[in-house]
């Protein structure tokens, strides 16, 4: 089993920026590709951003790109999604995915 731990949420205001985290366990991290995904209030869940295993290949949801960077510490096993220019539609319950595994999700909240 993988465990998977999201940090880094908050409320901010718009225009602002934040910095997710994901941390995960074992020693296979660097061997799988990390994926964020975000839910909005009464909204389907839905892809943000994606990292393959070496970092050197990413997609991004076309309502974030430009603005949010995802990139990894194969070393620290964590997963990361730098988020600037935030808009009040970013507010969401963001999600990290290793290896089929999801963390328990986090906060982002964004005031106009």
């Known amino acids: 089993q993988v465990r998977v731990v999201e940090s880094g949420g908050g409320l901010v205001q718009a225009g602002g920026s934040l910095r997710l985290s994901c941390a995960t366990s074992?020693?296979?991290?660097?061997?799988?590709?990390g994926t964020w995904f975000r839910q909005a209030p009464g909204k389907e869940r839905e892809f943000v951003a994606r990292?393959?295993?070496?970092?050197?290949?990413?997609n991004y949801a076309n309502s974030v790109k430009g603005r949010f960077t995802i990139s990894r510490d194969n070393a620290k096993n964590t997963l990361y999604l730098q988020m600037n220019s935030l808009k009040p539609d970013d507010t969401a319950i963001y999600y990290c995915?290793?290896?089929?595994?999801w963390g328990q999700g986090i906060q982002v909240t964004v005031s106009s």
């Open positions: 074992g020693r296979t991290f660097g061997d799988y590709d």
């Open positions: 990292i393959d295993w070496s970092g050197r290949n990413t």
């Open positions: 995915i290793i290896r089929g595994y």
